[in-house]
């Protein structure tokens, strides 16, 4: 059944009389099986806004959002679960020590489905399993989550939200502060995770050589407008990216320079390094 927002807005209000517009008008549908997207839009663009929506965390004050089937609007009712929905998508929040709080990590993944009215048999079977489906072995169970890496501490986060079952996984800046190759290999993690469990995949993020290698639709916010849905191939031929105040994947720049410079006939639409190089080597070879 997925996530449909219908003309959404949404205004955060201050006593101090400083109210904020945070999107607008927003129209928009997210399947709940096999998509892989990536939300991107400068600071303040109300990417986290939108994402809060998708699980109810935050109300519309202009229009609905459906999750699972149920309608979300700024009135809320006070006889829908909203802890259900919650469970149909799953957001892993920027920084993961917002979601760590028990002494071991098994206690941390176990806190989800036993909210849930699970066993703790049950719910041990979904911590080992959802360990595992992030790329850590089980002997992480048994440790402190405030003693791990700020990567390890992210794919804690994620499984724990992997324990409780949810159609649609969103997450908040998840690849931040890690180098080039700690970030590829989160991708990797999301990429595989939704090829084995057949989820949708929404990601936040403001680096536009991930989106472009591994997003297969892209959302652009600009001033809480949604100004593009599509693919990222689409997305980087656009000329509004400036406005939009988005740049070009580095591939995409180092090859239109190259070709500019030493006036080669390059293809400069190549997603990774690899494609970029062996692009470089067919054109000088010949």
């Known amino acids: 059944m997925g996530i449909h927002f219908r003309q959404v807005s949404h205004q955060y209000f201050s006593q101090q009389n400083s109210d904020y517009q945070a999107i607008y008008d927003i129209t928009l549908s997210i399947e709940d099986q096999h998509e892989f997207i990536c939300l991107i ?10 994402a809060q ?14 999750i699972a089937g149920v309608l979300v609007s700024q009135k809320r009712d006070k006889k829908t679960d909203y802890n259900r929905l919650r469970k149909h998508v799953g957001l892993v929040f920027q920084f993961p020590e917002y979601q760590l709080f028990e002494e071991t990590v098994e206690k941390d993944i ?28 089980e002997s992480y169970l048994n440790r402190n ?24 996984l969103v997450l908040d800046e998840p690849t931040s502060g890690l180098d080039p190759q700690g970030k590829r290999q989160l991708m990797r993690l999301f ?4 090829e084995k469990t057949n989820k949708t995949v929404v990601i936040i993020t403001h680096d536009m050589d991930l989106v472009y290698e591994y997003a297969t639709r892209t959302l652009v916010l600009s001033d809480g407008n949604l ?11 656009r000329e509004e990216l400036a406005t939009w105040s ?14 500019e410079q030493f006036h080669l006939e390059l293809n400069p639409y190549q997603k990774t ?3 970029a190089v062996r692009e470089i080597e067919k054109v000088t070879s010949r």
């Open 227 to 237: 100004v593009f849905d599509g693919t990222p191939d689409d997305l980087f031929r």
């Open 145 to 168: 989550p405030f003693n791990l890496s700020g990567g390890e501490k992210k794919r804690v986060s994620i499984a724990g939200i992997l324990a409780m079952d949810p159609e649609i």
């Open 41 to 50: 839009g400068h600071t303040g663009s109300g990417k986290s806004t939108l």
């Open 110 to 137: 176990m806190f989800g489905p036993l909210n849930f009215k699970v066993s703790p048999e049950v719910a041990k079977e979904k911590a080992l399993e959802s360990i595992r489906l992030v790329g850590l072995n």
């Open 53 to 66: 929506h998708m699980n109810a965390l935050v109300f519309p004050t202009k229009g609905t959002v459906e």
């Open 191 to 194: 990429k595989d995770i939704q």
């Open 246 to 259: 988005l740049s070009l994947p580095q591939t995409i720049r180092v090859l239109k320079g190259l070709k």
């Open 273 to 275: 390094v690899e494609e």
